[in-house]
């Protein structure tokens, strides 16, 4: 079974629409983190927690939000979607803690469609 | 200003044909080197972690380097499954905190 899971692996929807991208994982890890991939820009951070009191914004957090259900469980919200926000979205986690470097390990993948 | 420059942006290879990708970086408060492999449409799949120059560790036909300012991920004999986007990131600590940069990636395609 993989470590870290996401959910939905694709989807589409309309704009203005609410939708929300679940995280999960099973590698104990502490800290979770969201980023989105686009075609020649690479990977772009948007929102990370380093536990589950602990959610920061990343360079690109405007137009989401984030929930830590638990450590294990990391989910982004999208309040109004808009078709700038199509992309692939992805969940990373990393140990944490006194881990040196801290190597991050990445999920699957949402591909999300607004239309 | 940090960032990472990954060069080429595209590489085609003969199958056996061995190369080298470049990872230059101009950060402060190096923490870790990261490569990874992405196939279309998925997560980026973690291949080694690097700290120290001098550094080098491998894996099958990939052999990763470290310097000061630069990171190579060496290709030897590459064959057609090698083919992959090869991403570059680096772990700084900066106003307090950690922080990730990637870099855009190298597409490289190795022909039977």
């Known amino acids: 079974d993989a470590d870290v899971t996401q959910t939905p692996r694709n989807r589409i929807t309309k704009t203005g629409k609410r939708i929300m991208l679940e995280c999960s994982q099973t590698?104990?890890?502490?800290?979770m983190y969201w980023y989105r991939q686009d075609p020649g820009l690479g990977l772009r951070l948007i929102y990370y927690s380093f536990d589950v009191k602990d959610i920061n914004k990343g360079e690109i957090s405007d137009g989401y939000s984030v929930s830590r259900q638990a450590q294990a469980k990391f989910s982004l919200s999208l309040e109004s979607a808009i078709p700038n926000q199509t992309a692939l979205y992805f969940c990373?986690?990393?140990?944490?803690?006194?881990?040196?470097?801290?190597?991050?390990?990445f999920g699957p993948g949402t591909r999300l469609t607004v239309l | 200003e940090d960032q990472v420059t990954q060069s080429p942006e595209a590489l085609r290879l003969q199958e056996g044909e061995s190369s080298s990708l470049n990872c230059s970086y101009t950060v402060s408060g190096l923490r870790g080197l990261f490569w990874y492999r992405q196939d279309p449409g998925k997560g980026p799949e973690f291949l080694f972690t690097l700290y120290s120059a001098g550094e080098e560790k491998e894996k099958e036909r990939l052999k990763a380097t470290l310097t000061k300012k630069e990171s190579f991920l060496h290709i030897t004999a590459p064959k057609p499954e090698d083919s992959a986007t090869y991403l570059c990131a680096v772990q700084v600590f900066t106003s307090g905190t950690y922080k990730y940069i990637f870099g855009t990636g190298t597409r490289l395609k190795v022909l039977a």
């Open positions: 990373a986690t990393s140990a944490g803690g006194r881990a040196f470097p801290d190597t991050q390990y």
């Open positions: 590698k104990g890890h502490d800290r």
